[in-house]
């Protein structure tokens, strides 16, 4: 049958792979978000943290502690931050989602 075409559509090109992305660089921490890490018991947010959400979680620990978290990041450096409040406590907790990056 010479001269007709083949009902099988020929094979696209082999699809080559995408690499993974690697992880990228952590960006090294603001001054603000180094002095909170020094300092996590203070209440107020340095002025560089924006609010995600406004809604706390609120949750207990293990040992049945009821907490409060809300969630901040650094608008300078991308720090991404927990803050933690246990009721009937005069001290708060802020602690980074990731080890900070000097």
Known sequence: MAGMESAVPPSPPPVQPVPAPSATPATPACERCLALAADPRRREPPSCLALRGTVPLVSQSAA?????????????????????????ELFVSWVPERPLVR
């Open 64 to 88: 049945g502690v009821p907490f409060s978290m809300l969630t901040f990041a650094c608008r300078d450096c991308g720090t991404v931050w927990r803050l933690y409040d246990r009721a009937n």
